[in-house]
């Protein structure tokens, strides 16, 4: 984790969905999190590591507020947060996005399009808007 704010972050996890569209929209969506739209107030991890039962990022779930950002209905980083022991605060489908945006070609696995960004980016202020709260609100494990 690479936030050195003295607040403790929200944490951003998305699916790895590697080969999919949905999952780069997930990452990018975190990554608009994390390094703009809530930066200092949110943080990701690598949800490999987590899988894997890494005990920094087990004790980072565990310790941290938690947002999914999944690409598909498998919902691979909220079971694994919550496997891990982890409270996911919420959960997001990066599918349910497509719901507004009915024909939007989103691009593929290794390249968005510019209806994938717009969407992404309604996805990563939502989740902005989410963590705000719970940071506002305490939203801490201790």
């Known amino acids: ?49 987590l899988v894997k039962g890494d005990p920094d990022a087990v004790a980072a779930v565990r310790s941290h507020a938690c947002i999914t950002i999944d690409g598909c209905a498998k919902a691979c980083a909220e079971k694994n947060v919550a496997m891990a022991g982890g409270r996911v605060a919420r959960a997001v489908q990066v599918a349910e996005a497509f719901k507004n945006h009915r024909g939007a070609k989103p691009g593929n696995a290794t390249a968005l399009t510019d209806d994938g960004w717009v969407i992404a980016r309604e996805i990563a202020a939502s989740v902005a808007c989410e963590a705000a709260s719970l940071s506002d609100a305490g939203e801490v494990i201790r």
């Not at 699916?15 to 739209?37: F, N, P, Q, W």
């Open 1 to 49: 984790m690479g936030n050195t704010s003295t607040q403790s972050p929200v944490l951003v996890i998305p699916c790895s969905g590697i080969g999919k569209v949905h999952g780069l929209m997930s990452r990018e969506a975190t990554y608009l999190v994390t390094d703009e739209c809530a930066a200092g107030r949110t943080d990701t991890l690598c949800l490999a590591l």
